[in-house]
Nanobody, 125 residues
Framework: QVQLVESGGGLVQAGDSLRLSCAAS????????MAWFRQAPGKEREFVAT????????FYADSVKDRFTISRINTKNTVYLQMNSLKPEDTAVYYC??????????????????WGQGTQVTVSS
């Protein structure tokens, strides 16, 4: 069993930065791909960013490209999402996800078996 715990969310103003963290326990994540998704009120969960097991491959949603950066430190069993130049439309609950059976990146939620409880990010204008 894998437990994922997100942290780092909060209320910020447009243009500010936040760094989300996702700490894993229960097993090492060094061999699995990880991702961040988000869900805004009244909307479906959407893909944000993904990173391969060794960190060599990343992919971003067009809406966050050049503003967000996903990274990982496998020795700490932690994945990060650095969010810069935040916009009000980035307001959502952000979820960390683990793809246990593959080291490769994926952009659809059905490829990820384990999810965190989410952390709220609110960006005011």
């Amino acid at each position: 069993q894998v437990q994922l715990v997100e942290s780092g969310g909060g209320l910020v103003q447009a243009g500010d930065s936040l760094r989300l963290s996702c700490a894993a326990s229960g097993r090492t994540l060094s061999a699995v791909a990880m991702a961040w998704f988000r869900q805004a009120p009244g909307k479906e969960r959407e893909f944000v960013a993904t990173i391969s097991s060794n960190g060599d491959s990343t992919f971003y949603a067009d809406s966050v490209k050049d503003r967000f950066t996903i990274s990982r430190i496998n020795t700490k069993n932690t994945v990060y999402l650095q969010m810069n130049s935040l916009k009000p439309e980035d307001t959502a609950v952000y979820y960390c996800a683990a793809r246990l059976w593959s080291p490769a990146i994926a952009t659809t939620s059905r490829h990820y078996e384990y999810w965190g409880q989410g952390t709220q990010v609110t960006v005011s204008s």
